[in-house]
């Protein structure tokens, strides 16, 4: 069995880069469309896929027909819906808000879990899940300089990325274990960039004149750090650790994102940034490290 270590360490690098793809967006739709950004972050994330599937070269799989459609949902909400909710909705929200309400996404893929995978929700999951999440309503809406959430179309519009982020989660789930995360990482993408350009094909031939350096910068970190590689880790941790499990790793994120903003926008985290940031950690640990702990001594009882 894989060390869940790995997993962990792999997911703070993932988390890590997360947090600034928030900042990124936020930057990138100043000067281009939603559909852009989501275009080009997704050729050449997929090229980026492609060249690591031909150099790793994992075990080949054909898609059986039965899991078509699994795919094809994975596709439509993994890439189309999340990233054009997200990235249309920075146009009108911070890129902190924008983080707060995706970090509704772990509750959302405990309950989704529970009902699809039936996985089991602990107490000491859900406590360490509310804690975090309480974590995130602080840090966010008083450890941030000048970020409000108010209820708004851009807001709304937002919170189509986490229901779909959770769709693609709990649907990939059976699907890694039988294809390898690179592979169904790579199918995925691709399938999920053919999908969205007809969409996107004009506004992105109209953005590319004016799309500066430092906005292929930013389109390179989003595609090959926080698409190619971080995806694939995902699907790979998603193999290892509980839907739920995986999900709460996201509370992580708008926490990391004030860093990010710390540096590269040179804005200086308040006192309640501090306490929420120790609040979304300690419902991290608790969700990951007590949990698994209490069941494994609760299996060690039942098996007396």
Known sequence: MRSRRVVYALMTSVVCLWGGAFIAIRILVRDASPYTVTLL???????????TLALVRPEKRRLEPRDRGALVLIAVTGVGVYHLALNYGEQYVSASVAALIVASFPVMVAIGSRL?????????????????????????????PGAELSIEFGAAVTALAPLAWTVY?????????????????????????????????????????????????????????????????????LDVLEASELA????LVPLL??????????ETPTAYALIGGAMVLGGV??????????????????GR
Do not use: H, N
């Open 169 to 237: 989660t709990i649907a990939g789930k059976p699907l890694v274990a039988k294809y390898g995360a690179l592979r169904l990482t790579t199918w995925a993408m691709g399938l999920g960039t053919l999908l969205v350009t007809p969409f996107a094909i004009g506004p992105t031939l109209a953005d590319l004149p004016g799309l500066s350096l430092s906005d292929w910068g930013w389109l390179a970190f989003l595609a090959f750090l926080c698409s190619t590689y971080a995806y694939t880790i995902w699907l790979y941790a």
């Open 41 to 51: 972050r997704f050729v050449l994330t997929t090229a980026g896929l492609l060249v």
């Open 257 to 266: 994102s004030l860093v990010w903003a710390a540096v590269v926008l040179d």
């Open 116 to 144: 699809v995978l039936d996985e089991r929700i602990t107490r000491t999951k859900w406590t360490g899940i509310g804690l975090a999440l309480l974590g995130v309503v602080i840090l966010v809406l008083w450890g941030t």
């Open 248 to 251: 709460v790793w996201i509370y």
């Open 285 to 302: 640990i608790l969700t990951q490290r007590v949990a698994s702990r209490v069941e494994a001594s609760a299996r060690v009882d039942q």
